[in-house]
C-alpha cells in the first residue's frame, strides 16, 4: 500500500528521482573512496615520508571531497523538492477527493479525522520520502558493496554474513509487524484527539454553563493518555530495535574473529583478510543502521498511507451521472433574462432512509412543485422535512422513486449542473471565516457592491451590516458565531438570494427572525422570486398561507396537500398545526 | 477567501529579536524536562556507559585479534586466551546494547510524558480562554497546535535527546584523547570547529524563518481544511468547490514551498561539514606528516589521532544536522506556548473555602503534570486577592433575584450592543426578553452568565454581583438552553446526562419524556444509546433542541434560561412540552428569549429590547396598552396570517 502509494506519486518525478539516484551513488561512491585515500596518505605518504604525495594525495581528496559535497547537497535539494512536491500532491488529491464526497462519506470519516489525514498522515509520508531519498539509496550500494568485498576476501567467513542478515530480517520483520497495527492506532488516536478538542472549542458555552469543564478535562485526558500509552509503545519497541540489531552487527564480528582465527590457524586464511573483513563488517553495519533508520519511519508511513487510501480509494456514493444529458434544462438564470419555465420540481414516490436506519424517514412522497409557485412543506419535528429538500441537490440520493427539475431527472444531470440550479438556504446558518462581502460572493462570485446591498436589503439585513463599523468589510468569524442567529441566517438569507438561480430551498429560514422582520422579509423577496420554483420548510402557518401548494409530512409520508384553505377544510393534521399555533397564540 | 485572517493568525512575535525569542523557547522547553531530571540524569548516565562500552570494545577486539596474530606468528593459536577475550568482547556489546536500550526506553518515556503534558495543558487552556479567543482564531489553527506541533516536538524532542547527548560525549572523549595524543594537531582539528559553527549558525538563521512557516502555514492549511470540511454542505450547494480549491491550492503551495525551503537548508549543513572535516583531515595529514619526520610525533600515534579526529568530526557533523532539527521543534514549541501563553479570562476575584471553581479543578485534573511549569504565568488562579469582600454567596439555595444595575457592553470597543440595561427579576419570577433580531437578547444572557465580562454597571443575584462570584459557581446555578443547540459525540443519553451527571436512568427518561425526545428515541433502534457523531447532525435540529430542553430540565438549577429554546421546534410538539416548560419554570427565576409571543405572554416582567436598550418593560397587558415596540412586535405576528397577502399586493 505504501509502496504503491510511494511509487504512484513518484513516478510524476522520474527525472528528479533518477537523478537523486545517480547523485547519491556518486555520493556515496565519494564516501567511500574518502577512507582508502586516508590510508594511502599514511601508508604511501606519511610512512614512506614522501611529502609530495602527500600533497598529491591531499589534493585528490580535497577534489573528491569538494565532490562528495557537491553532489550531496543536489541530492538533499532534490530530495526536499520531490518530497515536499509528492506531499503537496497528496494533500491536493485528499482535498480534490473529499470535495466530491456526499455528506454521507464526510460522517463516516468525520471532519476532524479528514482533517488529521490531509496533515498529519501526509507528512509523515513526506518524513519517510525524505529519508528514503538521503538513506536508502546509499543504504544498498554500502551493503552491497561491503558484501561483496567480505565475499571477496573470504569465502568461508562470510557465512556469517549469510546467517546475519536473516537474523536481522527476522526481529526487524518482529518489530515492524507490530509497529505497523500501532502507527495506525496512533493515527487514530490522534484523530479522536483533535475531534475532542474541536468540540471543546465549538460547544465551550454549553461546557462553561454546565460547569463541565472537570469532566471534559478528563475525557480529554483519557484521549491523551491513550495515545500516550500509544506512543510510548510503538517508541519503546523502536528504541528495542536499535541496540537489538547493534548487538546481532557487533556479536558477529566477535565471530569473525573467532572463526577467522581458527581458519587461519589452519592455515586456510591469510592474516590481512581478517583486518579487512572486520572493516567490511562495519561498513554492513553502518548501511544496515542507515536503512535502520528508514524502517523505524516507514511502519508510521505506512499506516498513514493506508488511511490516506482508505479516503482515496472510497467511491463517493453520489457522483455525476456516467452519461450525463447533453443539455440542462435551464443554466443559472440571470436577472433580466426570461425565465425557462422548466424548473418545475417534481417528486414521484420518492423514499429514503439513513444507511443503518430501521425505518425509512420519507416514503412514497409524490408532490409537483411547479415554476412560479410556492411549495411549502410543514410538518412535525423530525418528520423529514430537512432530508426532503436535501435529495434535491443530491446531497443525499433518494433510495427509491424519482426525482426530476424542469423535466430531468436529477441524476441524469451533472452535479455541477444539478446545484447551479439550486439556491439553497441551510437549516443551520454557516458562514466562513472571512469578511461579510466574501461570504455574500460565495452565492454570486462576481457580484458587485450594489448586487450585494440589494440582495442585503431584501433579506431585510442592510440595516446591521450598515451599522457594523466596517460594513461589507465586516469580519466574520468561523461559523459566525460574531452575529446573532437571525443576522446569521438573513446573511445565508441574502447570500442564496445573490445566487439568482430557478430555484429556491428555504430550510427552515425565518425560525431564528421575530414576526416582523420575518413578514418584511418575504413581502421583500417575494418579487424577487416570482419567476422561480420555491420550496420553504416552515413552522409557522402565518409563513406559508399564501403559499401555492402546502404539503403535510408526518412520518415520512405527505398525508395531505393543498392551498391553505383547502387544507384547513380536508386535512385534520393541518388543521391541528394550525390550531396548535392559535392555542399557542392565544391562551396565556 | 479567509487568507487575511489566517495571516493574522499565523503571525506570531514580531521580527524584531527572534534569536531572544528562540532561546527563551528553548530553555523553556527544557524546563519542561525539569520534573523529569532524574530520568534525565539516567539518560545521560546510561549514555555515559554505552559511549564508554562502545569505544572500548573494539579495542578488546583488537586485543584479541592480537591474539591470533600471535597465534600466525609462534605457530599455535592460543583458544583460551582468544576465547576469553572474545568472551570479554561479547559481555561489553551486551552491556553497550543494554545501555542503549535503556537510555533509548527513558528517553521515550520523558518524552512522551512531555507531549502528553503538553497536550494536557493546551486543552486545559481552551477552558481559560474568553470567547473572543476563537472569534479571532480558527478552531483548525489550535487543532493543528495540539496535534501536528505537538507530535513534531515529541518526534523532534526523542531524536534530539538520544542523540544530541551520545553527540557531545563523544565528542568531548575524542577531544580529549586527541589533546592527549598531539596538543598541536588537536589546535588544528579544533580550527575546524569555528567554521563549523558558523556554517551551523549561518543555515539555521535562515532556514529557522522557513520552519516557523512551515508550522503556521501547517495551521492555517489545517484550519482552512476543517472550515471548509464542516461547511462542504454550503460549498457544494453553491458550486464553489472550485473556488475553494484555488484557497486551498494557495495554502497548499505556501506550505509545500516553505517547507521544502525548511528541508533543503537544513540537509545542507550535514555535508558541508563534512566537508570541513575532511580538508581539516587533510590538514593534520600534512601537518603530521611534518611532524612525523621532524620525529616529534611517531606514525602509531599519528594513526591513532587520525582514528579519533574521525570521531571528533563525526558527532560535529551530527550535532550540526540536530541543530536544524531543533529549529523546526523550536518553531512548533513557539507556537504551542503562543497559545498557552494568549491571554485568559481574567481570574475569578474571590475564592471560597471549598473551591470547585476552574482554576482548582485544572491543577487537580493535573495531577501528573506540573501544570505551573507549562504556563508562563500562572499568576491570577492561584493568586486571587483574598481581601475581597462580598455577601454571602450560597449556590445551594439561590433565591434567584436578579438585578441588572447600568449594564453596558460592547463586543469590539466602541460599537456598544448593550447600553445602561437596568432591571430587577424578583425570585420566582419569569422574565421574557424580546425585540428585533440582534436587539441584544441573548447578549445579555452572556452577560449573565459571564461569558463575557462588563464594560460598566454591575449585575448581581441575590445582592451579590456576579463579578466577585466564582464564574464556575456563578453558572451552577444556572440551567440553559443556548440559542445554537449544541451536542456532543456520544449517546443521546450522555447528552441528557450532561446537565446532572450521575443521574439515574429513570430521571433521564423522565426528563426526556417531559421534553418529547422519549417519543423520537424509542423509535431509533440503539433507543439513548443511539451515537451522535458530527455535530449531532444525525438528529433534525429541532430533535437537537429537544434534547437541550431535556438536558437543562435534568439539570434542575434555581435560574433557568432559554434562549430560542424552540425556535425549529413545530408548534404541536412545541405545545405539547409546553407544560413541562411551565413546570421546569415553576419557583425558578426564568429568563426566557421567544419570537413567538405567546409564549412570553404569561411572563411576569418582559423586557422589550431595541439596539442594546430597554425600551419598554411591563406585562403583557401593560405594554399592551402602551402601543409601543411590543404591540408592534405582536400585532407582526398575527400580520402574517391576515396581512401577507394585503402586504404583497401593496408592493404589487
Ligand atoms: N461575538 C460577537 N462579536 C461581535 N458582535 C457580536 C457578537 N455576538 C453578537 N454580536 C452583535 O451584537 C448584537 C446583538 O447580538 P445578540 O446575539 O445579542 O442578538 P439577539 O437579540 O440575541 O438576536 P437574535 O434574535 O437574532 O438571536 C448583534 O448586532 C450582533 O451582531
Ligand atoms: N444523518 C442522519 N442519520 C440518521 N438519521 C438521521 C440523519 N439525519 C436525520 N435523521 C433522522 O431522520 C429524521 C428526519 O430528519 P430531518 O432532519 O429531515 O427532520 P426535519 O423534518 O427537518 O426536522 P426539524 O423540523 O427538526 O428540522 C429524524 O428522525 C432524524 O433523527
Ligand atoms: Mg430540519
Ligand atoms: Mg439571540
Known amino acids: ?588 | 477567501m479567509s487568507r487575511e485572517r489566517a495571516h493574522r493568525a499565523g503571525t506570531t512575535a514580531g521580527p524584531g529579536v527572534p534569536e531572544r525569542i528562540k532561546w527563551q523557547t528553548a530553555a523553556r522547553l527544557l524546563s519542561l524536562l525539569l520534573p523529569l531530571k532524574w530520568r534525565m540524569v539516567g539518560v545521560i548516565a546510561a549514555t555515559c556507559a554505552f559511549v564508554t562500552l562502545n569505544v572500548a570494545a573494539p579495542k578488546v577486539l583488537g586485543d584479541a585479534t592480537d591474539v591470533v596474530v600471535q597465534g600466525f606468528l609462534g605457530g599455535s593459536l592460543d583458544e583460551q586466551e582468544l576465547a576469553e577475550r572474545l568472551l570479554a568482547v561479547s559481555a561489553m556489546y551486551v552491556g553497550a546494547s543494554l545501555f542503549s536500550w535503556i537510555q533509548g526506553s527513558l528517553t521515550a518515556t520523558a518524552v512522551q510524558r512531555l507531549s502528553y503534558g503538553l497536550r494536557g495543558s493546551v486543552e486545559q487552556k481552551l477552558h481559560v480562554l474568553p470567547s473572543s479567543h476563537f472569534e479571532e482564531q480558527r478552531r483548525g489553527d489550535v487543532l493543528s497546535r495540539a496535534t501536528n506541533d505537538v507530535d513534531n516536538i515529541s518526534q523532534a524532542l526523542n531524536q534530539l535527546l538520544n542523540q544530541l547527548i551520545m553527540s557531545l560525549l563523544m565528542l568531548s572523549a575524542a577531544l580529549a584523547m586527541m589533546l592527549w595524543l598531539s596538543p598541536l594537531l588537536a589546535l588544528i582539528a579544533v580550527l575546524s570547529v569555528p567554521v563549523s559553527t558558523a556554517i551551523t549558525v549561518l543555515v539555521a538563521r535562515h532556514s529557522q524563518a522557513h520552519f516557523k512557516e512551515q508550522w503556521s502555514s501547517t495551521g492555517a492549511l489545517t484550519a482552512q481544511l476543517e472550515e471548509f470540511f464542516t461547511g462542504h454542505e454550503v460549498v457544494k450547494a453553491f458550486g464553489r468547490q472550485e473556488a475553494s480549491a484555488e484557497s486551498f491550492r494557495g495554502f497548499n503551495d505556501k506550505l509545500t514551498r516553505s517547507s521544502t525551503r525548511a528541508q533543503y537548508l537544513s540537509g545542507i549543513v550535514q555535508p558541508l561539514l563534512m566537508f570541513v572535516a575532511n580538508l581539516n583531515y587533510i590538514a593534520v595529514a600534512v601537518v603530521g606528516a611534518l611532524q612525523v619526520t621532524a620525529g616529534a610525533m611517531t606514525i602509531g600515534g599519528l594513526q591513532a589521532f587520525f582514528q579519533f579526529s574521525r570521531l571528533f568530526s563525526q558527532p560535529v557533523g551530527q550535532i550540526g544536522g540536530m541543530l536544524n532539527l531543533m529549529q523546526s521543534c523550536l518553531a512548533s514549541a513557539e507556537r504551542v506556548f503562543e497559545l498557552l501563553d494568549a491571554p485568559e479570562i481574567p481570574p475569578d476575584s474571590a475564592v471560597p473555602a471549598v473551591s470547585a471553581n476552574g482554576a482548582g479543578k485544572l491543577h487537580r485534573a493535573g495531577s501528573p503534570r506540573k501544570l505551573h511549569v507549562l504556563r508562563k504565568s500562572s499568576n491570577g488562579r492561584k493568586l486571587r486577592a483574598p481581601g475581597t469582600s462580598r455577601a454571602p454567596w450560597n449556590r445551594g439555595a439561590v433565591a434567584g433575584r436578579v438585578t441588572f444595575e447600568d449594564v453596558s457592553f460592547s463586543y469590539t470597543p466602541g460599537t456598544p450592543v448593550v447600553k445602561d440595561l437596568s432591571f430587577t427579576v424578583d425570585p420566582g419570577q419569569t422574565v421574557a426578553i424580546v425585540g428585533h433580531t440582534g436587539a441584544g437578547k441573548t447578549t445579555v444572557v452572556n452577560l449573565l452568565m459571564r461569558f463575557y465580562e462588563l464594560d460598566s454597571g454591575r449585575i448581581l443575584v441575590d445582592s451579590t454581583d456576579i463579578a466577585t462570584i466564582p464564574r464556575d459557581e456563578l453558572r451552577s446555578a444556572f440551567g440553559t438552553v443556548l440559542q445554537d443547540a449544541w451536542l456532543f459525540t456520544g449517546s443521546i443519553r450522555e447528552n441528557i446526562e450532561y446537565g446532572r451527571p450521575g443521574a439515574t436512568d429513570a430521571d433521564i427518561v423522565a426528563a426526556a419524556r417531559a421534553s418529547h425526545v422519549d417519543q423520537f428515541v424509542r423509535s431509533l433502534p440503539a433507543g439513548y444509546a443511539t451515537m451522535l457523531g458530527n455535530d449531532g447532525d444525525s438528529l433534525s435540529r429541532g430533535q437537537r433542541q429537544l434534547v437541550s430542553i431535556a438536558r437543562a430540565q435534568l439539570a434542575g438549577r434555581s435560574i433557568l434560561v432559554l434562549d430560542e429554546a424552540t425556535s425549529s421546534v413545530d408548534s404541536r410538539t412545541e405545545l405539547q412540552i409546553r407544560h413541562a416548560m411551565e413546570r421546569l419554570r415553576e419557583g425558578h427565576t426564568s429568563f426566557v428569549i421567544a419570537h413567538r409571543l405567546s409564549t412570553v405572554r404569561d411572563a411576569d416582567l418582559i423586557l422589550v429590547m431595541d439596539h442594546g436598550r430597554i425600551v419598554e418593560h411591563g406585562t403583557h397587558q401593560q405594554l399592551m396598552a402602551r402601543r409601543g415596540l411590543y404591540k408592534d412586535l405582536y400585532e407582526a405576528q398575527f400580520a402574517g396570517r391576515e396581512q401577507v397577502p394585503a402586504v404583497q399586493e401593496a408592493e404589487q
Not at chain 1, 508511513?301 to 488511511?307: D, G, N, Q, V
Request: charged content about 15%; overall charge negative; aromatic content about 6%.
Open chain 1, 1 to 588: 500500500m505504501l509502496i504503491g502509494l510511494m511509487a504512484r506519486l513518484l513516478s510524476a518525478h522520474k527525472g528528479s528521482v533518477v537523478a537523486i539516484v545517480v547523485l547519491q551513488l556518486v555520493q556515496a561512491t565519494a564516501n567511500l573512496l574518502l577512507p582508502t585515500l586516508n590510508a594511502a596518505i599514511i601508508d604511501d605518504g606519511i610512512i614512506a615520508g614522501d611529502k609530495g604525495e602527500i600533497l598529491h594525495l591531499g589534493g585528490w581528496m580535497a577534489g573528491i571531497a569538494a565532490v562528495q559535497v557537491i553532489t550531496a547537497i543536489a541530492a538533499g535539494y532534490l530530495g526536499a523538492v520531490v518530497a515536499m512536491e509528492i506531499g503537496g500532491q497528496l494533500r491536493q488529491e485528499l482535498f480534490a477527493k473529499v470535495q466530491s464526497f456526499s455528506s454521507q462519506e464526510v460522517g463516516v470519516f468525520g471532519a476532524p479525522s479528514l482533517v488529521t489525514r490531509a496533515t498529519n498522515d501526509v507528512a509523515q509520508i513526506q518524513n519517510l520520502a525524505i529519508l528514503v531519498f538521503v538513506m536508502l539509496i546509499a543504504a544498498p550500494a554500502i551493503f552491497i558493496g561491503g558484501i561483496v568485498l567480505a565475499v571477496h576476501q573470504d569465502v568461508v567467513l562470510s557465512w556469517i554474513v549469510v546467517v546475519v542478515i536473516p537474523v536481522l530480517t527476522v526481529i526487524m520483520t518482529v518489530i515492524v509487524r507490530r509497529l505497523i497495527p500501532l502507527y495506525r492506532q496512533g493515527q487514530g488516536l490522534l484523530d479522536r484527539i483533535g475531534r475532542v478538542l474541536r468540540e471543546q472549542i465549538i460547544g465551550a458555552n454549553v461546557i462553561r454553563g454546565f460547569v463541565r469543564q472537570d469532566h471534559e478535562i478528563r475525557r480529554f485526558d483519557e484521549a491523551n493518555k491513550e495515545l500516550t500509552r500509544n506512543n510510548l509503545q510503538s517508541a519503546l519497541l523502536v528504541a528495542a530495535m536499535m541496540p537489538m540489531i547493534m548487538f546481532v552487527v557487533n556479536l558477529s564480528s566477535v565471530f569473525v574473529v573467532w572463526f577467522g582465527g581458527h581458519r587461519i590457524d589452519a592455515g586456510e586464511m591469510r592474516l590481512g583478510a581478517l583486518t579487512a573483513f572486520i572493516a567490511y563488517i562495519l561498513q554492513i553495519l553502518i548501511a544496515i543502521m542507515m536503512a535502520m533508520y528508514v524502517f523505524m519511519t516507514a511502519p508510521r508511513a505506512a499506516a498513514c498511507a493506508e488511511r490516506i487510501r482508505e479516503v482515496l480509494d472510497t467511491e463517493p456514493a453520489i457522483a455525476d451521472p456516467a452519461t450525463p444529458v447533453g443539455t440542462v434544462p435551464a443554466g443559472p438564470v440571470h436577472a433580466g433574462k426570461p425565465v425557462p419555465s422548466g424548473s418545475t420540481v417534481e417528486f414521484r414516490n420518492v423514499s429514503f432512509a439513513y444507511p443503518g436506519a430501521e425505518a425509512p424517514v420519507l416514503d412514497g412522497v409524490s408532490f409537483t412543485a411547479r415554476t412560479g409557485t410556492t411549495t411549502a412543506i410543514i410538518g412535525a419535528t423530525g418528520s423529514g422535512k430537512t432530508t426532503l429538500l436535501n435529495l434535491l441537490p443530491r446531497f443525499l440520493d433518494a433510495t427509491a422513486g424519482g426525482i426530476s427539475i424542469g423535466g430531468h431527472n436529477v441524476r441524469a444531470m451533472p452535479l455541477e449542473d444539478l446545484r447551479d440550479l439550486i439556491a439553497l438556504v441551510p437549516q443551520q446558518s454557516y458562514l466562513f471565516t472571512g469578511t461579510v462581502a466574501e461570504n455574500l460572493r460565495v452565492g454570486s462570485p462576481a457580484a458587485a457592491g450594489p448586487e450585494l446591498w440589494q440582495a442585503l436589503e431584501a433579506a431585510q439585513a442592510a440595516d446591521f451590516v450598515r451599522a457594523l463599523p466596517l460594513g461589507l468589510e465586516a469580519p466574520v468569524s468561523q461559523g459566525g458565531t460574531n452575529f446573532s442567529g437571525g443576522e446569521r441566517q438573513r446573511l445565508c438569507i441574502a447570500r442564496a438570494l445573490l445566487k439568482n438561480a430557478p430555484v429556491y430551498l428555504f430550510d427552515d429560514s425565518f425560525s431564528a427572525l421575530d414576526y416582523g422582520t420575518d413578514v418584511r422579509l418575504r413581502a421583500a423577496i417575494e418579487p424577487l422570486l416570482r419567476s422561480a420554483t420555491v420550496l420553504i420548510v416552515a413552522e409557522r402557518v402565518s409563513t406559508i398561507v399564501d403559499a401555492g401548494l402546502i404539503l403535510v409530512l408526518e412520518d415520512g409520508h405527505v398525508v395531505a396537500q393543498g392551498t391553505h384553505s383547502e387544507l384547513m377544510e380536508s386535512s385534520p393534521s393541518y388543521q391541528e398545526i394550525a390550531d396548535s399555533q392559535l392555542v399557542l397564540e392565544e391562551t396565556p
